[in-house]
């Protein structure tokens, strides 16, 4: 799994080696690519602004709870939960990502706030990984309305920029 793992974000991953000129040359559809492999750039609006009134704070302690609401049947059988978890896990900033993100914040972006000390932090003192704590209901659980799924804990504003992966959970 650890060699499959290295493959994965070799050719799947955000290309290291692109300058942000050399993306503004691709295609739209190449483009769109490269945006969603750079985990700095992917959250919403919402939580981008939201970390802009954060200021200074973003780094206090913040928690993140993930709760089914109601279905069609009553209830619900988890599933997706270990790979959501894992696509989390898995990712690593690098300089060339927070580079590329802040050119692309400042050049594309419709959102003005962009934090790069929150990610400076990331990969100076976690060694590009994300300093969070999940605990999840295992794949096949029984879950009941107001039953949570997710408990996500760390800085709150890194738990913040990660909350649409754990949408996906409900919306792939």
Known sequence: PERERE????????????????????SPEIRRQVILRNPIIQ???YNRTMEHLAGEDWDKEGVYVLQFR????????????RDAVQSIADIRITQPQLDFARDYFQHVSGVPYFNPEKWESVIQNHDGRIPIAIHGV???TAVLPGDPILRVEGPNELVAHFEP?????FYP
């Open 165 to 169: 992966y754990f949408h996906r959970i």
């Open 70 to 81: 109601k279905g069609r049947f009553g209830y619900l059988i988890a599933a997706g939960i």
């Open 138 to 140: 295992k794949d096949g």
């Open 7 to 26: 493959l994965s974000q070799r050719y799947l991953g955000f290309p290291e080696d692109l300058s942000f000129n050399e993306f503004r040359l691709l």
């Open 43 to 45: 959250t919403d609006s």
